[in-house]
């Protein structure tokens, strides 16, 4: 029987390179059912969110504004499910301009 963990993620100052921030683990899933970007600066950036998998990119959010002092659930309602080999990436387009945080279950 499938067993089934909360777990969170979480990264500081997120920046122009893209910053993987999961990689599914090889035998289960991660379902992921809230990822917030935070803007930390003072001025608006933009965010892309995305998952590699194949090595092909699929945008979940893409150069999205998130405005001084404001945060975007990119995440929330339904769940993302990420499967063995798939990698979660974020880019900003400041350096050292965002946190992120991730709600995510995890199957084991």
């Known amino acids: 029987m499938t067993t089934y963990a909360n777990?969170?993620?979480?990264?500081k100052n997120?920046?122009?390179?893209?910053?993987?921030v999961i990689t599914s683990i090889s035998s289960g899933t991660v379902a992921i059912a809230s990822l917030i970007v935070s803007n930390t600066t003072n001025a608006p950036?933009?965010?892309s969110v995305y998952i590699t998998r194949s090595?092909?990119?699929y945008y979940l959010v893409y150069?999205?504004?998130i405005p001084v002092g404001g945060s975007l659930?990119?995440?929330q309602?339904?769940?993302?499910?990420?499967i063995a080999s798939d990698a979660l990436y974020v880019q900003n387009s400041v350096a050292s301009s965002g946190d992120v945080w991730i709600s995510?279950?995890?199957a084991q």
Do not use: H, P
């Not at 777990?7 to 990264?11: Q, R």
């Not at 997120?14 to 993987?20: D, E, F, I, K, Y």
């Not at 309602?77 to 990420?82: E, F």
């Open 73 to 75: 659930e990119c995440i």
């Open 55 to 57: 090595s092909t990119n």
């Open 7 to 11: 777990t969170s993620y979480a990264y």
């Open 104 to 106: 995510a279950l995890t």
């Open 45 to 47: 950036i933009t965010t």
């Open 63 to 65: 150069q999205a504004t």
């Open 77 to 82: 309602g339904s769940r993302v499910v990420m």
């Open 14 to 20: 997120v920046g122009t390179s893209a910053v993987n």
